[in-house]
């Protein structure tokens, strides 16, 4: 802003303060759109409801006057010119299924309290219009730019980001990049992560499961998501009492999560977690490694249950750091290797695992990856795949993090410090991308949860951090 920035800036405010209605009314519009991943086909590479979303939005960003282009389905921007952007805005409009335990229609905007209810008002609708809307109050107030700014509007953040790897082989990548689909006040370090898949064969000694009297595991199984913390698993065993489970999960402490009954001559045995993300397993309780840390002490004597022990032994029930898998590295800049067992399989002979580990920022994938390999094939257990990525690094000393964090400290009158998370955000693979909102810290909007909100008046603040933002990045 040049002349008077105070009274720009009031004037600016007062603008985004006027559209609060409009911004409730298009995040409204948008939830109604069931945008999940679902069967594609031409032009809509990840199905109609995206697709509908995503040329909704175009259809409010042309409304207001920016220059749209839509790539494909993939991906759509709205730019103010025609000219390269110095700062990409990247936002996505895709949302994970409603799931359960709604206490109204996810794909209903509902507002009580002050809040605005729906599947994607944070993540990642809700910002996303928090910035469409923080453009139109620059461009309908004539505030002047040096550099041309594009929001980049995305529709596979959840399922691998394909919209992007789709969108980059168009266009360039802007000099810098944030996205609105974190955490204040700028997530700038994110882990590396390494999700392991492991396969074993254990000769099973059952002959006539379920009537069978041999004293073995005939079925276990615990996990749904590899990135997040099994709240549920089961184990169905022959041969054993009821009484010997109960002795084995009251020594370990951990008798209030297992529930245990007859099926014929089996027992079954639940084990009822807590489910926590794979990047924070501390809060969390695994029910797979407490259900296994139970059956390693039941007394058998076949390779199932060999090598259930030796995965109690390399999994320890409370460990999240992977020391027992030799792996448990650490730095100052982002904390401890986060290693979760999040989905385990046993049926018929044969082991199926799932690990998703989360490392510091310092290392690298080959300082994992052959220890944890390593480890597990001492144990009999073979990796068929894997998924890694290296960690994410910006200097928190960069010109372009010091403006956003400015812009917090003037917003909230709070110091704006640099985080490090284990999760991986939108900008993982682009270079020089932080993440710079839309929660405040210490918020839970229920984010993939049932009741997903966002705060209407937080809503209206972003629209302002991210019009601030704008102009520190690209005003004159």
């Avoid at 509902?110 to 990642?124: C, E, N, P, T, V």
């Avoid at 730019?145 to 959840?158: Q, Y």
């Avoid at 984010?447 to 990045?473: P, Y």
């Amino acid at each position: 802003m040049k002349g008077n920035d105070k009274m720009n800036k009031t004037e600016l405010f007062k603008y985004i303060d006027s559209q609060r209605d409009n911004m409730v009314s298009t995040l409204s519009q948008l939830i109604s759109y069931p945008s999940y991943q679902c069967e594609p086909y031409d032009g809509a590479p990840f199905g109609k409801a995206v697709r509908d979303c995503l040329t909704h939005a175009l259809g409010v960003c042309r409304d207001f006057g920016f220059i749209t282009k839509d790539f494909y389905g993939y991906a759509g921007t709205a730019s103010f010119t025609d000219d390269e952007p110095e700062l990409g805005i990247l936002a996505h409009l895709d949302v994970v299924p409603e799931g359960t335990g709604w206490t109204s229609n996810p794909y209903t905007a509902r507002i009580s309290d002050g809040k605005l209810f729906g599947r994607g008002a944070i993540d990642d609708k809700g910002p996303a219009v928090a910035v469409m809307y923080a453009m139109k109050a620059i461009k309908d107030m004539g505030i002047p730019l040096k550099k041309n700014v594009r929001l980049i509007l995305g529709t596979n953040e959840e399922n691998g980001s394909a919209d992007l790897e789709y969108y980059f082989t168009k266009e360039n990548p802007p000099k810098y990049t944030f996205t609105p689909d974190g955490n204040y006040p700028v997530i700038n370090i994110e882990k590396g992560m390494i999700r392991g898949y492991f396969k074993a064969e254990a000769k099973p000694t059952v002959s006539e499961y379920p009537d069978s009297s041999e004293r073995t595991v005939a079925e276990l199984h615990g996990g749904a998501t590899i990135n997040a913390v099994p709240e549920s698993a089961y184990a169905v065993v022959t041969g054993i009492d009821e009484s010997e489970v109960v002795k084995c999960a009251e020594e370990l402490g951990l008798l209030d999560m297992f529930t245990v009954k007859s099926i014929g001559r089996c027992l079954r045995i639940d084990v009822k977690g807590v489910s926590a993300h794979a990047s924070t397993p501390e809060s969390g309780k695994n029910a797979v490694t407490a259900l296994i840390a139970v059956l390693a002490k039941l007394k058998m004597d076949d390779d199932c249950h060999k090598k259930i022990s030796s995965l109690a032994e390399l999994f320890p029930y409370g460990e999240t750091n992977g020391k027992s898998l030799g792996i448990n590295l650490n730095d100052k800049e982002s904390g401890e290797l986060t290693c979760v067992l999040s989905v385990t399989d046993y049926e018929a002979g044969s082991f199926d695992l799932k690990c998703d580990i989360r490392f510091p920022a310092s290392f690298k994938v080959e300082d994992v990856l052959p220890k944890l390999t390593e480890s597990m094939n001492k144990a009999g257990f073979e990796l068929y795949n894997n998924m890694a990525s290296q960690a994410h690094c910006v200097s928190a000393d960069s010109p372009f993090v010091q403006k956003l964090l400015s812009v917090y400290e003037e917003m909230t009158g709070e110091k704006g410090e640099c985080i490090a998370i284990g999760g991986g955000t939108y900008v993982h693979e682009i270079e020089g991308g932080v993440a710079f909102g839309a929660e405040f810290i210490g918020e839970d909007n229920h984010m993939h949860s049932a009741d997903e909100f966002i705060d209407i008046d937080k809503l209206v603040l972003n629209a302002k951090m991210f019009a601030l933002a704008i102009l520190r990045v690209c005003g004159e």
